[in-house]
């Protein structure tokens, strides 16, 4: 039975996590079983509180005063899906690149990368790919160390320039350094190795 109380903390908690949260039923059973939480989305779908973006897959829409309801970020797309599978999703090489500053090119392509999950998904005109990576985390949201990681692996041995590892160095702590250290074991490449240690010395 759905209590109003039910209801109630369900709408709490997908109002709590800002517009623009993409998630799944998944993200609410620690507050009622699967088919009652299922049958709520369903109301608070019909009322127009969120939106179904695909099987199990649901948006709590940003909107813009002249755009109406705004696409859900891809991110927030990738994160929600790879959360359902108790996994992590993050940018690729391309998007880090960009997040770091390090190129004003925006990528065409919405690719994250896993730890294990695989899966492509067409939500409106957006397609969202999510691959597992070389690189594993367990940290929920991207942090600088990754991000670095990836965008190097991206780049590619002849395209790690002095520059690079200069923008590089601006942008760690000694914390971000200490995590790059840990990483090393765990790199494929001797040109990988090489460009992650000439951060972490400098």
Known sequence: MNTPSTVQKIIKRIRGKGKGWVFTPKDLLDLDNRSNIDTILQKVTSDGVVQRLDRGLYYYPRTH?????????????????ARQKGDVAFPDG??????????????????????FTEKSISVGAQQVKLIPSQIKTKRVNPSLDYLILQALRYLGDRNISDEIIKECI?????????????????????WLTDAVRRIIQS
């Open 170 to 190: 601006k942008l760690v702590s000694d914390k971000d350094k200490k995590r790059l250290q840990k990483q090393i074991p765990t790199l494929k490449g001797t």
């Open 94 to 115: 391309a998007k880090a690149l960009n997040m770091l500053g390090l190129s004003t090119q925006v990528p065409a392509q919405n690719i994250y990368y896993t730890n």
């Open 65 to 81: 005063a002249k755009l109406g309801i705004l696409s859900p970020d891809p991110l927030q797309i990738a994160q929600a899906i």
